[in-house]
Structures are given as C-alpha cells and as structure tokens.
C-alpha cells in the first residue's frame, strides 16, 4: 500500500542506540518476562508483576512507590511511581502495558514459546511483539532514568496489567475501578499500538495510536414454525437472514473522517503516489468524491479507516436436509467509529435489513444476548497534544530521519479504552519497528528483532525525557 516514496534510500537507519550494560539490562529483563507463562490458561501475571516489582526495588525505588495487587492470586498487576520535582502542580503521565499474553502451544511453535531464544538477530518467544517488549523497555528506562538522577516535571506511573487478550480480570478496568488515585493521570501511552513500520527493514512510517473504534457483535436471527420440504413457503428462515446479509454486504456504513483519519490521509497523500494519492487527495476535499471514496475502498485498511464496517462472521441454520429450517443465524461483527454507539449501529442495521421477521440483538463479550446495545457512544478522539506531538516528532527524527510521523485509528481495540472511557486521553506509541511483512502477534514464531528492540529502548528514553523535561 506504501509507494515508492522511500525507494532512493532517504529513510537512513537509526545509528544511534543504548549503551552496553543498558542493551544488557533490557535483555535481561525481556528474557525474565517472556520466559515467565503469562497465559490465562495457566499462567500468572502476578509472577511477573512480582519480577518486575523486585527489579525497581533493588534499583532503588522506594517500597511505598511499588505496588502488585489485584483481584486474585493469578491476575495481578504491577504499578510504579517515578517521583517527578517536588511540588509539580502537573498531574501524572500514565504507561499502560499488558503483560498476559496470548495462548502458545509448543507443538504449534518451532521453538518452546517460553523460552527466550536470541537466533539470526531475533528474539523469539511468545509476548516478544505482542508486549512484553514494550514493559521491559518501560521497566528498563525507569531504572536508567533513575540511576542518572533524572526528575520529570511530572511523576510517570507504570501500570502493567492482565487480561488484555481474554480472561476475566482485565487490570486496566480493575485498577481505575478500585485504585483509581494510583493510576490517575492527565493523559496516558500505551506501547501496544503504534510503532515504526518498516518494509524489509527500511522505515515507512512511525505510526502512533491517536484513537480507536468501537467493537460490536450483533446477532441476526429468524425463527418460523418450519415445515416439509416438499412444501415450501414463503418465510424460510434461511432466506431471511441471507437476504439480511446480502443487503449487508451491498451496503456499505456512510463515509466519515474525523480529526485523526483527517491527518493520518492527509499524510499518506505525501506517502502514497499517482492513482492512490490523487484519490486520497479527492476524499479529504470539501464535498468528497464519491468515485474516489468507492475505489479506496477495496484497500480493506483504507475502507476500515474511512468507516464503520460490520461483516457477517459465523452462520448456522436448518436441523435436517428435508425440513424446512426453523431457525437461522448470524453473528455480524461491526467495528464502530468513534461518536457513534453499538445501540445506534443497531438500529441502523435494522432499517438496513428492513425486515420485521427478523431479530437483531446485541451480544456481548460473554455472549448474552440483549434487545438493545448500550448507548455509549465510543470516545470522540483526543486532542494532537503539542507537548506529545513536539516529543514524538522530534524523537522519531533522530532514529528514523525524513519518516513520517503519522497518526492512525486502530480498526481493533487495546485497553486504551478503558483509560479513555475513564477521562483519561489515551496514545499508542511504542518507538519498536516491526517488519510490514513480519507481524507474528498472536501467532507462531513471534519474533522480534534485536535492533528494533534495542531502538525501542532508546526510542522510549529519550521520549520520556523529552515528554516530561522540568520546563523553566
Ligand atoms: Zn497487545
């Protein structure tokens, strides 16, 4: 999807990194992490909230800045408090970082997904994209800061928490719910979205999170008394709900941008070229081309960009070959814009189906089913923050020269919505560059490569420093 803007080499490497024995303590904290079973099958983010406890206690932090708690023994999670000038009137910048990670099974990896294996310039290891690069490079820089005696203008909180991927105690939601004054904070990153991409190691774009959609299941279903095959009649189920889904299909969730798509088109018109570009350039006028609207939309990350999208994602119908089917249903998924509510959405999809034999109910993440969705709308984007602005931007100059800082509305969800719901203005940057072709999250053989993570420590230092230098 990227052009060829980058092919004449001006994207130079990142030549500068971490000293030795910070390379060697980041190492040694990624390997403790990735190495402890983080999973909800069988793992325990309290072991590994305790690690990484212990670790800012023998650097020093003291005892009543270190905290692991939680709602059970298994899921616990870490939160640390690094001391800003004394008397600051700023609030707190919060770091959140889940540590579960997904399900790994040996006989599906090539190598013991927990075990931390440094290969052909890789680490390997379940959690080395998907996160527990992005805690180690917090734990590591918050004990580098600490050592050469730095004093943000604000106090930074670490927390580190369970149950991103599944399970039942999500950490981030626990902590606002029950600990809400240690975590408090005017605003918050999140290193599980945004990073560098880069196509065959060169630097395409430094993405950062700026905001996210909505996720929604609905099930669409259609019931009737059934009957002889030999006898059809008009209200087969069957049809309903296909007739349902073909309609979805055909019609696409109307065009909309807002602040951050705004700017993340804006800039892939200067990265994309011809065609693509000019199209790009036709959507951000005032009216819109339609034409241009309908061609972008067959790139699927353009077309999630540009709109809410629901799709049908599981079916199941009829009882016997030679009966006519009594109950048919769909789960259609929508992943909604910020603004809008999962009520709302619902309620379009039933002036879409037009249909009154036809039920269309909300379902939630545990699988209830209910009449109506909520009617929250999802969070309206944050405001660019120039202070976080100036820091990405200047940082990312000096590691990846001439690339674009870019800021994107991640078409999936992180616990940055628990943050944002909580008031809280959420930001995914994660500085660690990760190959288009080498996305190995929630997948075998997750990898990452060493210089990535190495700039990545690098990246969030001098971010950080940059973020909360005391201003005069
Ligand atoms: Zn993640």
Known sequence: ????????????????????????????????????????SAGSTTRAAEAMAHRLLEAGFPKADVAVLGPNERKGNMVVRYRGKA???????????????????????????????????????RGTQDMKS????????????????????????????????GGLSNGVDWLLRNHRELVDAEFALNPDSGGVVTDHGKPLTVEFEATEKLYADYQVLATNPGGHSSLPRPDNAIYHVADALARLERTPFPFELNNVTREYFTQMAGIESGAVAADIRAILAVPPDPQAIERLS???????????????????AGHAPNAL????EANVNCRIL??????????????LFDDPGLGVRYRSDSGT???????????????????LMEALRGVSARLWPGVPVVPVMMVGASDSIYTMMAGIPSYGISGVAIDR??????????RLAVASYEQGVEFYYEFLKRLTAARR
């Open 87 to 125: 008397g600051s009137r700023l609030k707190p910048v919060l770091i959140i970082g889940h540590v579960d990670v997904v399900e790994a099974r040996r006989e599906d990896w090539s190598v013991d997904p927990f075990q931390f294996i440094e290969r052909d310039g890789y680490y390997y290891g």
């Open 298 to 316: 067959k790139t699927p990350q353009y077309n999630s960009t540009m709109r809410t999208t629901c799709v049908a994602t599981m079916l199941s």
């Open 338 to 351: 910020p603004g809008h509510s999962q009520e709302e959405v619902r309620l379009d999809l039933v002036r």
């Open 369 to 387: 089913l209910s009449e109506h969705g909520s009617e929250r709308k999802s969070m309206a984007p944050p405001p660019l923050r120039p202070d």
């Open 437 to 446: 072709d080498d996305v190995r999250m929630h997948g075998r053989d997750e």
């Open 1 to 40: 999807m990227l052009a060829a803007a980058f092919a004449a080499g001006n994207a130079a490497a990142a030549t500068v990194g971490p000293d030795a024995a910070t390379k060697s303590l980041a190492r040694d904290i990624f390997r403790e992490l990735v190495e402890i079973d983080t999973t909800d």
């Open 325 to 328: 089917p009594q109950r048919a």
């Open 134 to 165: 992005g805690d180690a490079i917090v734990v590591t820089n918050l004990i580098r800061l600490r050592r050469e005696g730095f004093v943000p203008d604000r106090d930074i909180v670490f927390a580190m928490t369970a149950d991103e991927e």
